[in-house]
């Protein structure tokens, strides 16, 4: 995100409280809940971004226009994704993250929050859709098609959202933690080494899949009865959106409080 602005936490007891739980070596869940709480203000700004419910939107329309051999590539077009009569993962990746640039930009809605959901939607529906495509750069829309198929099953757009909700919180969290993350790193710090300070990170990802399993049942449920009974609006979109992201704020915070040190 080249916008991004970083400077120190905010000199709030919240805030101190992060702190002082890197400082002394706390536990990834403590500190993910301890952020949480404290960065609870931009989860709220959240439940009403445009920008995710932009991306929640268009993640479940892709994968029903998966669903017609004839008309996926025109149907990706009316959603604002522009790809080649014979689109590879790529070219459909690259079509999702352009179609949000051009809305958010159109809309004047970006934000960081937004910027955020779209990384996590471009990273989400790669991961599932490229080891299933049997060459990633084939100019052949058959495969791709197909790996994009199977997500508009209830199940399989259950994984597609648990991707989606669980690599936005990763980013929602370190945009947070990372400036602070780096000042302890070194002799007598927290992090002896840059490395440690990686396996933080990634320990924060691990924490926040795991976490997303809560969204995971819940978004096939969704959007199966979505889709067959009053079809997918932004509206429904951006519902579905905000009490996910409720859900998985109210797990993250549990399983800190559990393990409170």
Do not use: C
Request: charged share 25%; no cysteine; net charge negative.
């Amino acid at each position: 995100m080249g916008h991004l602005r970083l400077g120190s936490l905010p000199d709030t007891a919240p805030w101190r409280n992060v702190v002082e739980l890197v400082a002394e070596g706390a536990p990834v869940a403590n500190v993910a809940h301890s952020t949480l709480v404290a960065a609870q203000r931009g989860l709220d700004a959240a439940k009403q971004d445009e920008g995710l419910a932009h991306a929640v939107y268009l993640l479940a329309h892709v994968t029903i226009a998966a669903r017609d051999e004839s008309t996926f590539v025109q149907r990706l077009a009316d959603l604002g994704l522009h790809v080649s009569d014979n689109p590879n993962v790529y070219d459909l990746v690259g079509a999702l993250s352009d179609a949000m640039d051009g809305h958010l930009r159109e809309t004047r809605s970006r934000t960081d929050l937004g910027e955020m959901a779209q990384l996590a939607a471009v990273e989400a529906l790669s991961q599932l859709v490229g080891p299933k495509s049997a060459n990633l750069w084939e100019s052949d829309a058959g495969p791709v098609q197909e790996a994009v198929r199977e997500l508009s099953t209830k199940e399989g757009f259950a994984g597609l959202a648990h991707g989606f909700f669980s690599r936005f919180m990763q980013r929602y969290l370190t945009y947070h933690l990372s400036r602070e993350l780096s000042q302890h790193v070194g002799p007598n710090q927290r992090f002896r080494d840059p490395s440690e300070h990686s396996e933080f990170l990634d320990r924060i990802g691990v924490h926040t899949r795991q976490a997303a399993m809560i969204v995971r049942d819940y978004a096939g449920g969704w959007y199966s009865k979505s889709k067959y009974e009053t079809g997918i609006s932004k509206a429904s979109a951006r519902s579905f959106a905000a009490y996910s992201l409720v859900k998985l704020r109210d797990e993250l915070k549990a399983r800190g409080a559990r393990d409170v040190v």
